[in-house]
């Protein structure tokens, strides 16, 4: 079946970077995106790669290799305010949606 | 443009009823999903509707149902409900299923079975 894997939680200190890697099954595969989701609220869309590389939005960035069946959101700059839970999400040609089980960030003054 | 809207917010039933939960998204928008949200299973799929067709289903099972209209909005019903069934559903709206992938999710529907 598709099903992707990523960290349950990952702890870091304000100021400071985090990568939170997401790992997929390839057959498919069209595109991976991430959504941010604070405690009480709705996901919202972060970004989307389809191709291979690093697309950086403001202090978030998401990284996309496909030879790797990976990818990764980068959060730099760290604020309180980014404490959330994050999920990637992948598209696949059947258009079929899934999600991954989502990241617990922690975040340290 | 308002967001994706969902009704009811809340809803408390007892085991064995039935539901029916709401969707109305973006303007404009044809491509309505629903995801069912628990704490240890993460935003499970259940289905997506595009042009009052359903074009995916997750792996749920035939209590779980939905529909279309001709305005995009959509609803889900889920008969005899179990104790299981207690989750946040969201739904998301997007422009068409072929368009990129971002989804504008509403704020769900807490739906709590006793």
């Known amino acids: 079946g598709q099903s992707l894997e990523q960290p349950s939680e990952v702890t870091a200190v304000e100021g400071a970077i985090v990568q939170i890697n997401c790992t997929y099954q390839?057959?498919?595969?069209?595109?991976l995106s991430w959504y941010q989701q604070h405690d009480g609220g709705a996901p919202t869309f972060l970004s989307y790669?389809?191709?291979?590389g690093l697309e950086e939005t403001g202090r978030f960035s998401s990284f996309l290799s496909r030879s790797d069946s990976y990818g990764y959101l980068l959060l730099q700059e760290l604020q309180m305010k980014d404490s959330a839970s994050y999920f990637c999400?992948?598209?696949?040609?059947?258009?079929?949606?899934?999600f991954g089980k989502g990241t617990r960030l922690h975040i340290l003054p | 443009k308002a967001g994706v809207t969902q009704t009811p917010r809340y809803l408390i039933k007892t085991r064995g009823q039935q539901v029916t939960l709401s969707c109305s998204p973006i303007?404009?928008?044809?491509?309505v999903s629903w995801y069912q949200q628990t704490p240890g299973q993460g935003l499970q799929f259940l289905f997506e509707?595009?042009?009052?067709?359903?074009?995916n289903k997750g792996n749920f099972p035939g209590r779980f149902s939905g529909r279309q209209f001709s305005n995009s909005r959509s609803e889900m019903n889920v008969s005899t409900l179990e104790l299981g069934d207690s989750a946040l559903y969201l739904c998301?709206?997007?422009?068409?299923?072929?368009?990129?992938?971002?989804?504008?999710f509403g704020p769900g529907t807490r739906l709590t079975v006793l």
């Open positions: 998301a709206s997007s422009l068409g299923t072929g368009v990129g992938n971002e989804q504008f």
């Open positions: 390839t057959s498919g595969f069209y595109g």
């Open positions: 790669n389809a191709l291979d």
């Open positions: 999400a992948v598209k696949y040609r059947d258009d079929k949606i899934i």
């Open positions: 303007s404009g928008h044809r491509s």
């Open positions: 509707y595009f042009s009052e067709t359903q074009r």
